[in-house]
């Protein structure tokens, strides 16, 4: 799937979470970020970052772009869960 069909498939149906992957066909992660930035639809959309880039300015770009959580490859799925339980229970008020 390419990131244009992710967003088509997200702004038909608006999530409560949103897990994207940084390394995407067509437009990269940080670009499909800022589409979902820019909508109102999805501008209150908590998104986790899931990519194999793990290098520290990596994730400090991540973070700063306004991904909420910033998870590497290979997933610890303890960690997934826990991103995603905080994003759903500390909704951020910008």
Excluded: W
């Excluded at 994207?20 to 501008?43: F, S, V």
């Excluded at 194999?52 to 799925?77: C, D, Q, S, V, W």
């Amino acid at each position: 799937m390419t990131a244009e069909e992710g967003l088509k498939l997200i702004f038909a149906n608006v999530p409560d979470v949103i897990l994207l992957d940084i390394n995407l066909l067509g437009m990269d992660g940080y670009e499909a970020l800022k589409c979902l930035q820019a909508d109102p639809r999805t501008a209150h959309v908590p998104v986790l970052a899931i990519t194999a880039r793990a290098m520290p300015e990596e994730i400090e770009r991540g973070l700063e772009a306004g991904f909420r959580h910033y998870l590497t490859k290979p997933l610890n799925l303890l960690g997934l869960f826990e991103a995603i339980f905080d994003v759903l229970n500390n909704p951020r008020s910008d």
